[in-house]
């Protein structure tokens, strides 16, 4: 304290008489209320020292680390992760090694009390055209994902549409209210059955847009743009919806308000 206060003068010293004399004032209080005081202290140090330990404990989470290394982390490339409602199940998009190529494919593992299983291709996929981006509904019944397979015929779309498998009846259709000749992409759908997808179909706002289309009555109906405050002159896509709808998530390429180039 002397050296601070003789590097530091006089506004110091000030201080010190001060919390000298509320020293000499907090000595006179009553042995109950010091140990009032105590107790205070023991409580904060308790409280400091719990969220330290929480803080501790959270850390590992906040790592990130290779899912499924050697399994489904591979040397191919893999993407557009969907786990199953009980998160036993996982389904992944997969290409050839070391480049994007097509066509893409679809696998499937299942946790086992080993772990993961050796991955297999998933019963809606591997058509000899290209899937990508499964995407599972909130129940678990049904799994959309994007294709370039035609409906009819043997010749592979120049663009994809979006599909979807009734786990249920082990069927794939593709579905006709939202696909088009135009890129239809990236599905995700709510608990209430609501279909969100990315699209450059003609009337957006520019680049790709975020659509959704409503299930009523079993059918889908017209795709209707989400509007300007997601959408922009740029690109935006990949979108996940909530069940509840009460929040989306999406990449968006461009835009003045980003960090980056997506």
Not at 13 to 31: D, E, I, K, P, Y
Not at 111 to 119: E, Q, V, Y
Not at 251 to 260: E, I, L
Request: charged share 20%; aromatic share 8%.
């Amino acid at each position: 304290q002397l050296v601070k206060e003789r590097a530091l003068g006089s506004p110091l010293r000030a201080r010190s008489r001060m919390l000298g004399h509320m020293t000499a004032t907090c000595c006179r209080l009553s042995a109950r209320g010091s140990r009032l005081l105590a107790g205070v202290a023991l409580l904060l140090t308790t409280s400091v020292a719990t969220h330290a330990q929480a803080r501790v404990n959270a850390a590992p989470d906040t790592i990130p680390v290779l899912f499924g290394e050697g399994i489904v982390s591979t040397g191919d490339n893999e993407f557009s992760t969907a786990l199953s409602p009980d998160g036993r199940t996982v389904y992944w998009t997969v290409s050839a090694p070391n480049v994007f190529v097509i066509p893409f494919v679809i696998l499937m593992a299942t946790r086992t009390a080993d772990g993961w299983s050796t991955p297999r291709v998933a019963p809606f996929s591997g058509t000899g055209f290209s899937d990508a981006d499964p995407a599972i509904s909130p129940d678990g019944r049904k799994i959309f994902f994007m294709s370039r397979r035609p409906v009819a015929g043997t010749t592979q779309r120049p663009d994809f549409d979006i599909w979807v498998f009734d786990v249920a009846t082990s069927t794939t259709r593709r579905i006709d209210e939202v696909s088009t000749d135009k890129q239809d992409l990236f599905p995700s759908v709510s608990s209430s059955g609501t279909l969100y997808f990315t699209s450059d179909r003609d009337g957006g706002f520019g680049g790709s847009d975020i659509y959704r289309s409503r299930l009523v009555n079993s059918r889908y109906t017209a795709p209707e743009n989400i509007g300007p405050v997601v959408n922009s002159a740029h690109g935006e896509s990949n979108v996940f919806v909530a069940p509840d709808e009460s929040y989306i998530i999406f990449s968006g390429g461009g835009r003045p308000d980003s960090r980056g180039a997506a």
